[in-house]
């Protein structure tokens, strides 16, 4: 056996043929990992916009639906984000989807980041500004968008399987919170802006940092106004884009 061995490898062509087959054989030596590579650095995210169909959202004085104005500014995140991230929309038109689905689709394409889109409502013209939301569990159920403009969330008795999965990234989703709040308030927008934890249904399921952001209140005629401009819409996303940007900055 050894004596054949060494007899096949004294010959200069055997032991050219034989590198020959080695080096063009697809799958030993030039097998072509590239794409998968370049595929797993690209961060995932999934842009939730809030409502959709006949779950139109609160309602501005001048008509507009909150499942538009997030649609909108869902559409217009995804067109700056997709040349750096890998970014897909829970809902790409006007139509329902339930809760749980929308977590679900983060879940499914093992998403980095989740952020549902809202604007928030009131029977009162005042209430104003930018709130972000990380899912702090309470002793309450979990809360889920209403269509009713007076009680942006209603109570839900959640048995979901993923009741507890979100608590693990709270410190992360806090993280997501801050970074997208700093960079939106540089471009000065809001007059008012905070950060709250609340037991939101719809971060509840999420194995992600997540955070549900509710930009600017529909139902306060000057901020619908706001949220039917394109440059202040613009300048929303562009805070967003910061935001997200310096979160991976933090958090590898
Ligand atoms: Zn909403």
């Known amino acids: 056996m050894s004596a054949c061995y060494n007899s096949f490898f004294k010959k200069p062509l055997c032991v050219l043929i034989f590198l020959g087959i ?46 538009n104005v997030t649609l909108d500014l869902a559409r217009m995140v995804a067109t700056e984000l997709e040349n750096t991230y890998r970014v897909i929309l829970t809902r790409t038109d006007d139509y329902f989807l339930n809760i749980s689905s929308r977590t679900s689709t983060a879940n499914h394409v093992k998403a980095d980041l989740f952020i549902s889109i809202h604007a928030g409502g009131s029977f009162l013209h005042q209430p104003c500004g930018i709130t972000l939301y990380f899912f702090k569990k309470t002793a309450e159920p979990a809360l889920t968008p209403d269509t009713d403009p007076s009680k ?6 959640s048995l979901s399987a993923w009741s507890n999965i979100q608590n693990a990234h709270q410190t992360t989703s806090k993280i997501l919170a801050k970074s997208l709040l700093n960079r939106i308030n540089e471009q000065k927008i809001f007059k008012k802006s905070e950060i709250l934890g609340a037991p939101l249904m719809v971060l509840e399921g999420a194995d ?14 000057a ?6 401009d394109i440059r202040v819409l613009s300048n929303i996303v562009q805070g967003i884009r910061n935001g997200i940007d310096d979160f991976f900055e933090k958090v590898r």
């Not at 997540?210 to 600017?216: K, S």
């Not at 901020?223 to 039917?228: D, G, V």
């Open 152 to 157: 942006p969330f209603k109570r839900i008795n």
């Open 208 to 221: 992600m940092p997540a955070v549900c952001l509710e930009i600017g209140y529909i139902t306060n005629p």
């Open 22 to 67: 080695i080096l063009t054989y697809p799958g030993i030596l030039q097998a072509n990992p590239e794409q998968p590579i370049l595929a797993k650095q690209k961060k995932t995210i999934v842009i939730d916009p809030g409502h959709g169909g006949h779950d139109k959202g609160a309602l501005g004085p001048e008509g507009t639906f909150e499942k």
């Open 223 to 228: 901020e619908e106004k706001s949220l039917q």
